[in-house]
């Protein structure tokens, strides 16, 4: 680096009062002008957070949600060169910090990863789509899935209900969300444990519904696998017609 | 040539072309870099109708940090999948101690400043295989400054071998902010290093400060300073910059047309868009 240890202090003082507002004393300033800049920069990072989160943004009370973006924004050295990314970091500041439990908002770890998975999918590169023929046996053969998707699990059933009543129905939820080819919609289908059980094991262990069923038994106790088998076919075929299943081969 | 900077609020009016006709649009790359779906569907649509330049926003040329190489590597990769000839970014810094700031932070004019960026505009000249293009940056205070802003540019485009974005409002906000002539200040810049013009509105917010805001329509003395600075300069392209408060379309083609007729009567020769 060929600056001085005079013109690196003014850049990095510049930089550290743009995000924690500690009066710095740097030479020639034209007085009153320095807090452009942090308004300036501060307004970026509220804006963005605040438009990724448009329901965390709604339901928290103000003051919190002025706090978790004043702490992000002067603690968290932002990494990502790409605003839009932004929002992921400002997920995990909020997780590793213990934010819901310090404020007792049980929901907003739930609700952060929600919103910032919806984002996520909406915007992130394309995935090779390799369609294929629906000419299998749904039980048998392999099953494809729309490679665009992210299958979350959820401590509050936010995808449900507004956060006010989910928070009261805590429980173990699953939502798939997966992004349409054609429109680039996103589209949520709440999932029991086994139906996203199987959507893990298809996906991750190229496994048949059979091979899965065998499973079965180790997850659930009393079960008629017959039934399972009868049901688990119903759910193929529907996310056939929303498009999540793309062959059966 | 006349560009518009080109924005999801309004990327259905530049499918369209219906009311806006510019000549070629203006992305931020790090906008659009490793984006699919909807957008990139719309994007590609974009760049089957109109040519593409890139105006960068977290290079941080200013920087004290490290260039960041996978920024860098994927940049290129960009540009070269859209075809994209023309590459500028801002001279400032927006990354420090290892933390983006998203905005342009002034760099102290100094000696060892223009000896660090003119070092990294080559390795960035070398890397990428084109020339860049530094764009004059607005500023609301000096910091640390060690001498003036026209000979801290002037220095960086000599010793780089750069060429100059030359923001026509930059000039005019700080001949504003910092009282002096902007006129003076066009006259002394190294006008065959300009490749490029961004033109925008701005804001005054007191009697003494205006912000770069992209968000108003350019004033009737920013447009004579065009024309001031056209009259000195061999023909390139000019980019309208509107990023805020979108006015109806019509309104920005009046603003496009009104720079065309500048042109028009100030150039006889066509500007391409070529760096």
Same mark, same amino acid.
């Given at each position: 680096m060929n600056l001085s240890l005079d013109t690196y202090t003014a850049q990095s003082q510049l930089a550290k009062y743009c995000r924690d507002g500690i009066a710095v004393d740097l030479l020639g300033l034209t007085p009153n002008r320095l807090s452009q800049y942090r308004r300036l920069v501060f307004n970026i990072i509220k804006d963005n957070i605040e438009n990724a989160f448009p329901i965390a943004y709604k339901y928290l009370p103000a003051e919190i949600w002025e706090e978790l973006v004043y702490d992000f924004f002067s603690i968290h050295p932002c990494q990502?060169?790409?605003?839009?990314?932004?929002p992921k970091e400002f997920v995990d500041f909020v997780i590793d910090n213990n934010y819901a439990k310090k404020h007792e908002i049980h929901y907003l770890t739930d609700l952060l990863n929600f919103e910032w998975a919806e984002m996520e999918l909406y915007n992130m590169a394309d995935k090779p789509y390799n369609y294929g023929s629906f000419e299998g046996d749904i039980i048998n053969d392999k099953i494809k899935f729309n490679p665009e998707f992210i299958l979350l699990p959820l401590e509050f059933p936010i995808h449900i209900y507004p956060p006010t009543i989910a928070t009261e129905k805590k429980g173990n939820y699953f939502v798939l969300l997966f992004r349409e080819k054609e429109s680039g919609k996103i589209q949520f289908v709440d999932l029991s444990v086994w139906y996203s059980f199987l959507i893990e094991q298809v996906s991750q262990n190229d496994l048949t519904i059979n091979q899965i069923l065998n499973y079965a038994p180790q997850l659930f106790s009393n079960i008629s696998i017959d039934e399972l088998k009868t049901n688990t076919i119903l759910f193929i075929k529907s996310m056939i017609t929303k498009k999540f299943v793309i062959a059966i081969e | 040539m006349i560009g518009l900077g080109y924005r999801r609020d309004f990327a259905e009016e530049f499918i369209s072309g219906s009311i806006i006709k510019p000549d070629f649009v203006e992305v931020a790359p790090e906008n659009w870099i490793g984006i699919g779906g909807y957008w990139k569907k719309q994007f590609n649509q974009i760049a089957d109708k109109y040519k593409i330049a890139c105006h960068g926003l977290s290079l941080s040329i200013g920087s004290p940090d490290p260039l960041d190489f996978i920024f860098l590597k994927n940049l290129k990769a960009f540009l070269k999948e859209y075809n994209i000839d023309i590459y500028s970014e801002h001279l400032?810094?927006?990354?420090?101690d290892n933390a983006h700031l998203y905005d342009l932070l002034p760099i102290p004019f100094r000696e060892d400043a223009v000896t660090h960026i003119v070092e990294r505009i080559k390795i960035v000249q070398d890397y990428l295989e084109r020339p860049f293009i530094m764009e004059n940056v607005s500023y609301y205070t000096p910091v640390a400054?060690?001498? &003036?802003e026209l000979t801290f540019i002037n220095a960086i485009l000599e010793q780089s071998g750069c060429k100059l974005l030359l923001d026509v409002n930059n000039v005019y906000v700080n001949s504003f902010n910092h009282n002096y002539n902007a006129k003076s200040f066009i006259d002394g810049l190294l006008l065959d290093k300009v490749a490029y013009i961004h033109m925008a509105g701005h804001l005054q917010i007191s009697d003494d400060l205006i912000i770069?805001?992209?968000?108003e329509a350019i004033i009737d003395p920013v447009f004579d300073l065009f024309d001031y600075t056209a009259g000195k300069i061999q023909p390139v392209p000019i980019l309208l910059e509107r &990023?805020?408060?979108?006015?109806?379309m019509i309104e920005l083609q009046g603003e496009i047309n009104k720079l065309k007729a500048i042109t028009n009567l100030r150039w006889s020769k066509k500007h391409e868009l070529i760096a």
């Open positions: 990502n060169y790409q605003v839009w990314k932004l | 400032s810094y927006a990354k420090c400054a060690e001498m &003036d770069d805001t992209h968000g &990023d805020f408060n979108i006015p109806e």
